[in-house]
């Protein structure tokens, strides 16, 4: 499924969040947000998913405007991974990502709805906890139950918003395989928000560089990852060395004395 | 996770089969928690119909209930028998259960769909307007505004007014639980207060009687009023068990539903209107009960969970055992003379839920 | 000394602070309360003892009479000491220097006051009182009226008057008498809105608060009277309506002394309950009715009941249906039934839609009262006001129709109504209290 993101602007009040982002997604593609907190990362994620109504720009879904396509067929095709699990009264991790089954089910759910459900919490090595409740969990199974939820919709674009952060390394790669082996097997795409670079490096097939609400750059990794855009997004110094597989790992050595935002903010 | 670099994902059939009967182990205890409620239900009617102030064997109560139905196998005892277990008693047990279930089906999708565990049917100002159109009748009321009718009328008048009012002021910022609730407090207040005003004016037998009014009361239940009620929580609930699932999905944060195609707005307004519904007929006919709407689903939670589907049917049942005990206290402990139900269902229901909640290990909320 | 026990009194008062609210209804309940505020007002009390039965210290000369100046006004417990009314009152007319008259009396709260005559300026809180005034013709001297005093035709000069604010659940405006400067303020204490011991402390000595009634006791409204006629030097008409209602009793009672137990009907008291549906009633503890009882020769159906201080809150229905009663008076109050009954209420329809109403309730349809024709409807005032005794006489000729063939309780309401309130009504219009006419 073909993702365009048109001119997008969105604001909070009066203060611009996004100005103007433009770019195409297209099947079988991890495409990787990065940039520092409030570059507008999230709020893009949420945009596309139309959790956010976007004050000017569309999105447009197989060519289609994402306004006019009813919410829950949305659902059928995109499915959002939030940062973190917000469930008032805390319910089984079975029944959590039971609901992610909720757009292709009438009020209550089917037998082939379990077996699906089932079949993602295996994928993420839920089993042991399927029957504990979603408070009783650590932050990074939180994490993994909030990504089955979200596999379980079966969509075509799957929005990730720092959906890794909380896992430990090992749990982190592991997730991000997972990830990558079903976009390249089931030929949809995924669109993550993430904070690390070399996560990032390794599994994107391109970057999209933010920094206040605007794309400073967007290619792959090798060619994004650059000290130069480095310092020009995050204002920080890096070694970047490219590894045996031609992917770029980022080492960041110390803050640039000159400070890009600082500079910016006097020279306006 | 058995694969790493594989990107084909094998799923192991053994786990799958123990984990779909494990599940289906758990939905069967929470369908035994609701059917067991079930008889306990009928047991406490048929308790309640048995009990009372006049002396009725077992054997009269069921004969006359059965003569109503089957006039030639069953004879009549007497008229006054008849009269008091068909105009009397079955009345106040269907009431009691009726008003039950929807007050603690209310509380249950309220504290949901409002992700507040404090969130409670008698909130949103509902039980302060009703009062003060109850009030304004009993202080003010001329004509065809006076009496019992115009009593319910106005209560109920005001508690839908009100609870449009809410919904309609909390849209323009998007329904969202906080401002709902907010809104909903502030109307509480703001009727408290004309109410304390007008009662202020009157004279003391009318202010009391106003405050009295608020006091859940079964006397003088009748058919009619049983007869109104019952669709009314027949087809509420029957619409709020429908959305149960849609309710897991809303308590599960705003932006999770809407990502799951849930249009969250218009889901919210209509539960809430819904239990409103439900909570502004209860309280016009019957006043504020107070604790059971506000209890029952915590209590169902502590042995089923949170799951609507099943939270939703079993706080309902659990609200009407609930307040037929406490009618059954209420009309037994003083006999001849009738304690108010709402004053007992917080005696009764207080203390266990209390010891509930110390012996509690898993954190619910 | 049973009926003006001062702790009682004391503690009734604590224990509506206590609740917040207080009701003049609620004050009939007086010993219930007491079950909530007891404690409370027991240890209130040892602060303000109170010398009931020592005498009257007096340094000059005493003008009453001498025989009862130990028994002060509100302490007689004898039932049938209306005829001689000057001898139960403690009332020292002292004369001193200045030549300041004074009377020293003994309130319904028990306090022992003094004040200097004549009363010219008059102050109350409580529509009771204000009727009550009418009675000992001294409405003229009133200055400020309370806010619940509306009737015109009654209570002349209402519209001019300024009005002391005082609410049933709120608070006396005090910084509104003592601009006033009233020579007294009469109170009903154990109704609403006063905390007497607050009252005393904001306006005494200047302003002496006179306690009226004690609206726990049946013989109150008469003995409030005559207090009321001692404080106004109007004995003359206290004593006028003190022989009006010993009147009432006597030839009640002339009839119904000899009605032995099989002849007493069995009365069910439906008083207007909190809310329309509740069935409360009155037990045998709450003395008025225990009275009404036994004056007009009944039996309440309610007697040994459970109760708060005589109140019983909500009778179960179906124990009324396997009840064997003959009698049932509702009392029909304003608040749930506006303009049904009262002073110059001529259309009997809005009446009879109330009894059809009553009588089709599924509780007492087909009941012995209803097939007799046995339910009635009494205005609330007859049971909660000066007008009690006028009870006594349509509650005998309801009960024993055959025993007052002669008498005629609409005439002894139009005797009360143009003796004692001296309003010119028609004999036939003067109003609906007591329905059907008997």
Known sequence: MRLNVQNLSFGYGRFPVLKGVSF????????????????????????????????????????????????????????????GIQQAFPITVFDTVMMGRRPHSSWRSSESDVNKVIEVIQLLGLDDIAMKNCNELSGGQQQRVMIAMAL??????????????????????????????????????????????????RYADRVIMLKNGEIIMEGPPEESFTEENIIKVYGVNALVKIDDDGKPSIVPVRRNKIKPDLKISISG | MNQSSDTTFKPDIIKATALKKEQRKANLKKWRFIIILIPIMILLMAINAQTGSANLSIGDVFTTILHKFFPDTFASVSDMVNKIIWQLRLPRVLMAMLAGIGLAGAGCVMQSSLKNPLADPLLLGISSSAGFGATLVIILGVGILSGTAGIITSAFFFAILVSLVIIGLSSFKGAKPVTMLLIGLAMTYLFQSLTQLLQYQSSAEAAKASMMWMVGDLSGVEWSEVAILFPIILVSCGLLFWKS???????????????????????????MAVASLVTAAIVSFIGVIAFVGLVCPHICRMFIGSDNRFLFPASCLAGAVLLLCADCVARTVLSPVILPPGVITGLLGAPFFIQLVMRQRRELI | MKKYNKNQFDK??????????????????????????????????????????????????????????????????????????????????????????????????????????????????????????????AWDRVIAKDNYTFDTLIFPGLDNMPVLPYFESGSVDYEKIIELQPDVLLVLPTAGGIDLN????????????????????????????????????????????????????????????????ADKP?????????????????????????????????????????????WVENIDPEWLVTQDYDYVLVDIWESYYPGAMGVGVLDTSAAQTILE??????????????????????????????????????????????????????????????????????????????????
């Open chain 3, 198 to 261: 607050e009252a005393i402390s904001k306006l005494e000595p200047e302003i002496p608060v006179i306690s009226v009634f004690d609206t726990n006791d049946a013989d109150t409204w008469s003995k409030g009277i005559e207090l009321l006629g001692a404080v106004m030097q109007r004995e003359e008409e206290a004593q006028a309506f003190a022989s009006f209602v010993q009147s009432i009793e006597d030839s009640v009672t002339a009839k119904t002394s000899g009605l032995v137990e």
């Open chain 2, 245 to 271: 699932w849609d309710l897991n999905i809303l308590s599960s944060g705003d932006e999770t539903a809407k990502s799951l195609g849930i249009n969250v707005f218009r889901l919210r307004v209509f539960l």
């Open chain 3, 357 to 438: 109403d009553l009588t089709a309730m599924n509780v007492f349809e087909g009941s012995k009262p209803v097939i007799d024709g046995h339910f009635y409807l009494m205005d609330h005032e007859l049971i909660m006001s000066i007008r009690y005794p006028m009870l006594l006489a349509y509650a005998a000729k309801a009960f024993h129709p055959e025993l007052f063939i002669d008498f005629d309780p609409d005439a002894v309401m139009q005797d009360y109504l143009t003796r004692f309130i001296r309003i010119e009504v028609d004999p036939i219009e003067s109003g609906l209290f007591f329905y059907p006419k008997l």
């Open chain 3, 12 to 137: 009734t008062i604590d224990a509506h602070k206590k609740k917040g609210e207080i009701s003049r209804r609620h004050f009939l309940l007086g010993a219930g309360s007491l079950v909530f505020g007891g404690a409370l007002g027991g240890g209130l009390l040892s602060g303000c003892k109170q010398e009931v039965t020592t005498q009257t210290v007096s340094t000059t000369k005493t003008v009453s009479i001498p025989t009862t100046v130990e028994v002060p006004v509100m302490t007689t417990v004898t039932e049938t000491a209306y005829s001689t009314v000057t001898e139960m009152t403690t009332e020292t007319v002292t004369e001193t220097a200045a030549e300041v008259k004074t009377v020293t009396i003994t309130d319904a709260a028990g306090r022992e006051i003094t004040v200097n005559l004549p009363v010219e300026r008059v102050a109350y809180l409580h529509p009771a009182i204000a009727e009550s005034l009418v009675i000992v013709n």
């Open chain 1, 24 to 83: 195409n997604i297209v099947p079988g593609e991890i495409v990787c947000l990065v940039g520092p907190n409030g570059s507008g990362k999230s709020t893009l994620i949420r945009c596309i998913d139309s959790i956010l109504q976007p004050q000017s720009g569309k999105i447009l879904v197989n060519g289609e405007d994402s306004r006019r396509i009813p919410r829950q067929e949305l659902a059928r095709q995109m499915a959002y991974v939030p940062q």
């Open chain 1, 152 to 201: 379980a919709q079966e969509p075509d674009i799957l929005l990730l918003d720092e959906a890794t952060s909380a896992l430990d390394i090992c749990y982190q790669l592991e997730v991000m395989e997972t990830l990558t082996g079903l976009v390249k097997e089931r030929d949809i795409s995924a669109v993550m928000a993430i904070h690390d670079l070399n996560i990032a490096s």
């Open chain 3, 266 to 310: 069995s009365v069910l008291l439906k008083i207007s309950g909190w809310t329309i549906d509740q069935f409360s009633s009155f037990s045998n503890e709450f003395a008025p009715v225990k009275k009404l009882v036994d004056v007009t020769g009944a039996v309440n159906l309610a007697a040994d009941l459970p109760s708060m201080g005589g």
